[in-house]
């Protein structure tokens, strides 16, 4: 593997969290407490392990300009802006739901996992989105 296939495999990490998360939120809903826990968990590794290949790509790379123009340009700036928003603010939201479920504070843990879940699952599906546009269009 070379740093030339470091997007494609962000975009499949953000891919394996954004299942890992919707099969742990089914997981709970049916009442499969310890499954549910084991995915999430998956998730954040998904998460930690894109998060450190982005890092070392962009480290190397550096920026890497949205070549098109027209509307689609628009389009990519649309999704990227929230996108890098709330990749940031979600990671102390994820660390906080985590922190909760881990001390049993289950109360407190589905209070701000109702928030966090839908925000992590629209940051990994637009993750998806930005490689397709900025490296497959």
Known sequence: MTVTDLPALNATLNATSLVLLTAGWFL?????????????????VMSAAFLTS?????????????QKTGWIRTLYFLVLIPHIILAIAIVPMILITLS????????????IAKITLPLWLYVSVTGVIVYVMLYQM
Request: with cysteine.
């Open 28 to 44: 709970i809903k049916s009442g499969r407490r310890q499954a549910h826990k084991w995915c999430m968990i998956a998730a954040l």
């Open 54 to 66: 982005y890092v070392i790509y962009h480290l190397q790379v550096g920026s890497v300009p949205f």
């Open 100 to 111: 909760r479920a881990l001390s049993n504070q289950f109360d407190r843990h589905k209070k």
